[in-house]
């Protein structure tokens, strides 16, 4: 817990509103898959079913009024430890760079696996998002128009 907060411990009341992300007071299901690092790219392989089922099992444990989210009292009252959340650079740089990097690394000593995947996911998103600048330069889009509407 220290290593991906940053600080040497975290009462339960902290990690709830750490991961109530929507400053909601209550933890939806969203919320508690994110937590859990389900909506991550790295978890794309878990069964959808597995992923629900956890969520469920969650619920189970913690939503004793059973309305399909998590207050901060029924957290407090079975309070049990951390699990993952984040985006994925953070992700990235907790559990990975600053594991096996520092500050002094250079780009070229970035070759473990994790890294290659890191930084392909940021050409695959560079062209994307060139490719839809060109396409908010074109006046007309023609593959955006739906085939019964053209005329050819």
């Known amino acids: 817990m220290a290593e991906e907060h940053h600080i040497a411990n975290l009462d339960p009341s902290a990690f709830f ?12 299901p969203d919320e508690i898959r994110r937590t859990y690092g389900f909506d991550d790219e790295s978890a794309k392989d878990v069964p959808l079913e ?15 009024d059973g309305d399909g989210e998590i207050s901060r009292t029924e957290w407090m009252d079975g309070w049990t430890g951390p699990g993952h959340h984040g985006d994925d650079e953070y ?16 780009e070229e000593d970035l070759t473990h696996p994790e890294d290659i995947a ?27 128009i739906p085939q019964k509407f053209r005329r050819y």
Do not use: C
């Open 50 to 64: 597995k992923k629900t089922n956890a969520v469920q099992e969650v619920l189970g444990m913690f939503d004793k």
């Open 118 to 144: 890191h930084f392909r996911k940021h050409d695959e998103m560079d062209a994307q998002a060139d490719y839809q600048e060109q396409m908010d330069q074109m006046p007309i889009v023609e593959q955006n």
């Open 91 to 106: 992700e990235y740089e907790i559990h990975h760079f600053e594991k096996f990097h520092d500050e002094n690394t250079r």
């Open 17 to 28: 509103t750490l991961h109530d992300y929507d400053s909601s007071g209550q933890w939806s």
